[in-house]
């Protein structure tokens, strides 16, 4: 059992869930103690309240158990995270950053934005939820500079979106996470090949792309990617 931060990684054996056999379960530190977010369960190690982490339902959590380093954010940090949906990630996000970060958290569909702020912005005093589309990242500066970007909107003009808010709203030297989802970008070509294209892309705005991770068993045709904005 690893502890780094608010996230815990237990090693595991037999079958690990959906698909296959799980080597390694994720679980966050619970910020908010007895309140589950979708469902996942409560679990009690050493006195402390953890919530495990679905790899089938969060990308960040799949990329982590196929070897994202636990601390990519870190206690403290401020997060601006586009497309929260429901707020599945967003809520382990909060967790990790615990209670002297921030998670700015951009949903711009009105259903699923009504559930992120009953079920995870109300009860997290931690989450800001804006209900804005993610292309107007002028109106996300009103907290300072963030230490991450994460990005998971899903269009095809992902990685664009994903470079303007950096410009707009991540320290130098900040981070950015990408969900690419390749099938928004070109459902013919080879994933890979939509993968290399995006971190070129990111190459050429100013990131160092650090880690490109693919998604599968957990899910097919996507990858995270991780970069750093070149400081000035
Ligand atoms: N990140 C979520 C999680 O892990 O729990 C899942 C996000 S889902 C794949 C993509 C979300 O992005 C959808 O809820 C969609 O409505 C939202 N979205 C797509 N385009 C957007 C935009 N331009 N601005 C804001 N949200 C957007």
């Given at each position: 059992?690893?502890?780094?931060?608010?996230?815990?990684?237990?090693e595991?054996?037999?079958?690990?869930?959906?698909?296959?056999?799980?080597?390694?379960?994720?679980?966050?530190?619970?910020?908010?103690?007895?309140?589950?977010?979708?469902?996942?369960?409560?679990?009690?190690?050493?006195?402390?309240?953890?919530?495990?982490?679905?790899?089938?339902?969060?990308?960040?959590?799949?990329?982590?158990?196929?070897?994202?380093?636990?601390?990519?954010?870190?206690?403290g940090?401020?997060?601006?995270?586009?497309?929260?949906?429901?707020?599945?990630?967003?809520?382990?996000?909060?967790?990790?950053?615990?209670?002297?970060?921030?998670?700015?958290?951009?949903?711009?569909?009105?259903?699923?934005?009504?559930?992120?702020?009953?079920?995870?912005?109300?009860?997290?005093?931690?989450?800001?939820?804006?209900?804005?589309?993610?292309?107007?990242?002028?109106?996300?500066?009103?907290?300072?500079?963030?230490?991450?970007?994460?990005?998971?909107?899903?269009?095809?003009?992902?990685?664009?979106?994903a470079?303007?808010?950096?410009?707009?709203?991540?320290?130098?030297?900040?981070?950015?996470?990408?969900?690419?989802?390749?099938?928004?970008?070109?459902?013919?070509?080879?994933?890979?090949?939509?993968?290399?294209?995006?971190?070129?892309k990111?190459?050429?705005?100013?990131?160092?792309?650090?880690?490109?991770?693919?998604?599968?068993?957990?899910d097919?045709?996507?990858?995270?990617?991780?970069?750093?904005?070149?400081?000035?």
């Amino acid at each position: 059992m690893e502890m780094t931060g608010n996230v815990l990684v237990k090693e595991t054996r037999g079958p690990g869930g959906r698909g296959g056999r799980a080597a390694r379960q994720v679980l966050t530190r619970n910020l908010v103690p007895g309140t589950a977010t979708y469902g996942e369960d409560l679990v009690k190690i050493d006195g402390t309240e953890y919530r495990s982490w679905d790899p089938f339902r969060s990308k960040l959590a799949a990329a982590m158990i196929k070897g994202l380093p636990e601390d990519i954010i870190r206690r403290g940090d401020k997060v601006l995270y586009l497309g929260t949906s429901t707020g599945t990630t967003t809520s382990h996000v909060s967790d990790i950053v615990g209670e002297k970060g921030l998670v700015i958290g951009v949903e711009f569909s009105s259903r699923v934005a009504r559930q992120f702020v009953e079920n995870v912005a109300r009860i997290r005093k931690n989450v800001i939820p804006y209900i804005a589309d993610a292309r107007e990242s002028s109106r996300f500066g009103s907290f300072g500079r963030v230490d991450v970007v994460y990005c998971d909107v899903a269009q095809q003009d992902q990685t664009e979106i994903a470079i303007d808010n950096c410009r707009r709203n991540l320290k130098p030297d900040g981070r950015l996470i990408l969900i690419v989802k390749s099938r928004s970008i070109d459902v013919i070509k080879d994933p890979k090949e939509v993968f290399r294209q995006e971190s070129s892309k990111l190459e050429r705005n100013g990131f160092s792309v650090e880690k490109v991770i693919e998604l599968s068993p957990f899910d097919r045709d996507h990858a995270l990617i991780s970069a750093v904005l070149r400081g000035a």
